[in-house]
């Protein structure tokens, strides 16, 4: 259902309630920031348009004499520049904690926004531009939208603001848990046992992450990011168990809580996050990619808890973190922001399919074209 009088409208016009756009744009320290991988806080961004005019210095100066708020625990601030001027005279820079910016010289985060209109028209000498605050949820929803006053008294209401929010956690007014399944009891204890032997037996491989190159998913290793290490399962045999206690103990609790027919399963392994390589997983979405896209809902299954670290986390709600017992599933959707903490004592052994159906099926076998099948392997129907 589309609200065509908002469609009409010459900008987008997002309100409390709504969703917010997520992006990747070119901040001062990287050349394509993912603004939906943070989450744990407010997000504050700043459509103060140049830092070279009178409005856009008072404003950051606002924001340096209010910089206890931005403490990249309870919020972040994220200025928004469309003058190129901004980077080459060095009028802004990055200062964490809490501070951050985008260059935004296309104009493509300021249209998603509502900063600029929707359509760019043809080329003008001047940009027509809305200023404006936008303070977001945890989890990327719209609170609170102030454009910028004549006299600039946005500014103290905004500190204001931020100052009465309850910690992020909180963010509703009382502590919310991440929309997961926990489940209990999916593997039996020798089934655990035997699938950690398999591995030991192998020895793992270095794991990578899914990244675009060259407009193609590819599997590329980043220590900074990720590190662990996989085998994969080739007995058909233990393959087929496998397969027969995922559709037995996890498929019927997603049709029930989320109304969703799993039919596919993807991802035969057996992972390793091992203290000795300070393994862990930092926050992201497994569905990101052309060659991602199908998945649908990700499986963490501990085969051992005599590990210190390791949890899985969901930085859109909160700290929190899960450490289900040996045998115990962690469920939840391939959107959802989720990340594994660095192992600290001795090695988390886990099984991590991803599930999906007929329908993202389609879509994998379309996007196999976009998928570097020397490290990621081609789709086969």
């Given at each position: 259902?589309?609200d065509?009088?908002?469609?009409?409208?010459?900008?987008v016009?997002?309100?409390?309630?709504?969703?917010?756009?997520?992006?990747?744009?070119?901040?001062?320290?990287?050349?394509?920031?993912?603004f939906?991988?943070?989450?744990?806080?407010?997000?504050?961004?700043?459509?103060?348009?140049?830092?070279?005019d009178?409005?856009?210095?008072?404003?950051?100066?606002?924001?340096?004499?209010?910089?206890d708020?931005?403490?990249?625990?309870k919020?972040?601030?994220?200025?928004?520049?469309?003058?190129?001027?901004?980077?080459s005279?060095?009028?802004v820079?990055?200062?964490?904690?809490?501070?951050?910016?985008?260059?935004?010289?296309?104009?493509?985060?300021?249209?998603?926004?509502g900063?600029?209109?929707?359509?760019?028209?043809?080329?003008?000498?001047?940009?027509?531009?809305?200023?404006?605050?936008?303070?977001?949820d945890?989890?990327?929803?719209?609170?609170?939208?102030?454009?910028?006053a004549?006299?600039?008294?946005?500014?103290?209401?905004?500190?204001?603001?931020?100052?009465?929010?309850p910690?992020?956690e909180?963010?509703?007014?009382?502590?919310?848990?991440?929309?997961?399944?926990?489940?209990?009891?999916?593997?039996?204890?020798?089934?655990c046992?035997?699938?950690?032997?398999?591995?030991?037996?192998?020895?793992?491989?270095?794991s990578?992450?899914?990244?675009?190159?060259?407009?193609?998913?590819?599997n590329v290793?980043?220590?900074?990011?990720?590190?662990?290490?996989?085998?994969?399962?080739?007995?058909?045999?233990?393959?087929a168990?496998?397969?027969?206690?995922?559709?037995?103990?996890v498929?019927?609790?997603?049709?029930?809580?989320?109304q969703?027919?799993?039919?596919?399963?993807?991802?035969?392994?057996?992972?390793?996050?091992?203290?000795?390589?300070?393994?862990?997983?930092?926050?992201?979405?497994?569905?990101?990619?052309?060659?991602?896209?199908?998945?649908?809902?990700?499986?963490?299954?501990?085969?051992?808890?005599?590990?210190?670290?390791?949890?899985?986390?969901?930085?859109?709600?909160?700290?929190?973190?899960?450490?289900?017992?040996?045998?115990?599933?962690?469920?939840?959707?391939?959107?959802?922001?989720?990340?594994?903490?660095?192992?600290?004592?001795?090695?988390?052994?886990?099984?991590l399919?991803?599930?999906?159906?007929?329908?993202a099926?389609?879509?994998?076998?379309?996007n196999?074209?976009?998928?570097?099948?020397?490290?990621?392997?081609?789709?086969?129907?």
């Amino acid at each position: 259902m589309q609200d065509t009088a908002r469609s009409s409208q010459p900008f987008v016009d997002l309100l409390p309630g709504d969703p917010a756009p997520l992006f990747d744009q070119r901040s001062p320290t990287n050349p394509n920031f993912n603004f939906g991988g943070i989450g744990e806080t407010y997000n504050v961004l700043c459509f103060f348009g140049s830092a070279g005019d009178a409005v856009g210095e008072a404003t950051l100066a606002a924001v340096l004499a209010n910089r206890d708020v931005f403490d990249d625990r309870k919020a972040r601030f994220w200025g928004i520049t469309i003058d190129p001027q901004d980077e080459s005279q060095g009028r802004v820079a990055n200062k964490p904690p809490g501070l951050r910016y985008f260059f935004d010289f296309d104009l493509s985060v300021a249209r998603l926004y509502g900063a600029a209109p929707r359509d760019p028209g043809p080329k003008q000498a001047g940009v027509q531009a809305r200023r404006f605050w936008i303070v977001l949820d945890p989890t990327y929803r719209v609170m609170k939208v102030l454009p910028f006053a004549p006299d600039g008294s946005d500014r103290d209401a905004l500190f204001t603001y931020l100052r009465q929010l309850p910690p992020p956690e909180r963010f509703p007014g009382f502590e919310v848990h991440a929309p997961i399944l926990v489940l209990p009891n999916v593997f039996e204890p020798e089934l655990c046992r035997h699938l950690i032997s398999l591995y030991e037996t192998k020895g793992g491989q270095e794991s990578g992450v899914a990244r675009i190159v060259d407009g193609k998913t590819t599997n590329v290793l980043d220590h900074s990011f990720k590190r662990r290490r996989d085998i994969n399962i080739e007995d058909r045999a233990v393959i087929a168990h496998l397969q027969g206690r995922v559709t037995r103990r996890v498929v019927p609790e997603i049709l029930k809580v989320h109304q969703f027919k799993v039919t596919r399963m993807e991802r035969m392994i057996v992972s390793c996050y091992a203290a000795e390589d300070e393994a862990h997983f930092s926050a992201h979405r497994d569905n990101t990619t052309p060659g991602t896209a199908h998945r649908r809902f990700a499986v963490s299954v501990n085969l051992n808890s005599d590990f210190a670290g390791g949890e899985v986390s969901f930085p859109e709600y909160g700290r929190r973190s899960y450490k289900p017992p040996a045998g115990g599933a962690v469920v939840f959707s391939c959107s959802l922001l989720h990340a594994v903490s660095k192992v600290t004592a001795g090695r988390r052994y886990a099984f991590l399919p991803f599930l999906y159906d007929e329908a993202a099926a389609k879509i994998r076998e379309t996007n196999n074209n976009f998928v570097d099948a020397r490290t990621v392997g081609a789709y086969k129907r």
